[in-house]
T-cell receptor, first 113, second 111 residues
Framework: EADIYQTPRYLVIGTGKKITLECSQTMGHDKMYWYQQDPGMELHLIHY???????EKGDLSSESTVSRIRTEHFPLTLESARPSHTSQYLCASGSTGSGNTIYFGEGSWLTVV | SQQGEEDPQALSIQEGENATMNCSYKTSINNLQWYRQNSGRGLVHLILIRSNEREKHSGRLRVTLDTSKKSSSLLITASRAADTASYFC???????????FGGGTRLMVKP
């Protein structure tokens, strides 16, 4: 089992609200990622970080932002949620020496009404 | 467009049968990985095969890689109902742990 945790697991919020999805890992991994996945669909990389104070945007443009102030913590924030943000958000982490294997959290299901 | 694409998109078999899923990709890779996702959950790493390997086994899983055809296959032998899940291949585009996932194959194993 991977030691990577996401909260909340499920969230229903109204349009315009600000939300933060939390992701923490206890494996000391330097690399962390956020993927977005609609039900039954492929994963899209939206953000990644190669270490503290390093953040980059992924392949899929996202209105969300991320921060990496501590190695173990990689929160994702939506300043003003919209129904189009409804999706599952998956956090993952990996280390430089792990052969590119990454470990996923259980995901956060976000519904914006 | 995606780096990796799985085929078929969906597969339904009876318990005890073998399940084969294929993955094709477009550019050269360092390695290819297979992940499993139970409904509504995160992905779990199954197996990694490096570009200089042709076949790898792990329990009931057998993965092959053909770099000349830019394709890989995942075989699950003697399937069980608990194998019901989506299976994704992932390729790395560079040495920076940047994985690109395909659309997945949804496997249903009927008891």
């Amino acid at each position: 089992e991977a030691d990577i945790y996401q909260t909340p697991r499920y969230l229903v919020i109204g349009t315009g609200k600000k939300i933060t999805l939390e992701c923490s890992q206890t494996m000391g991994h330097d690399k962390m990622y956020w993927y977005q996945q609609d039900p039954g669909m492929e994963l899209h990389l939206i953000h990644y970080s190669y270490g503290v104070n390093s953040t980059e945007k992924g392949d899929l443009s996202s209105e969300s932002t991320v921060s990496r102030i501590r190695t173990e913590h990689f929160p994702l924030t939506l300043e003003s949620a919209r129904p189009s943000h409804t999706s599952q958000y998956l956090c993952a982490s990996g280390s430089t020496g792990s052969g590119n294997t990454i470990y996923f959290g259980e995901g956060s299901w976000l519904t914006v009404v | 467009s995606q780096q990796g694409e799985e085929d078929p998109q969906a597969l339904s078999i009876q318990e005890g049968e073998n399940a084969t899923m294929n993955c094709s990709y477009k550019t050269s890779i360092n390695n290819l990985q297979w992940y499993r996702q139970n409904s509504g959950r995160g992905l779990v790493h199954l197996i990694l095969i490096r570009s200089n390997e042709r076949e790898k086994h792990s329990g009931r899983l057998r993965v092959t890689l053909d770099t000349s055809k830019k394709s890989s296959s995942l075989l699950i032998t003697a399937s069980r109902a608990a194998d019901t899940a989506s299976y994704f291949c992932a390729t790395d585009r560079n040495a920076g742990n940047m994985l690109t996932f395909g659309g997945g194959t949804r496997l249903m194993v009927k008891p």
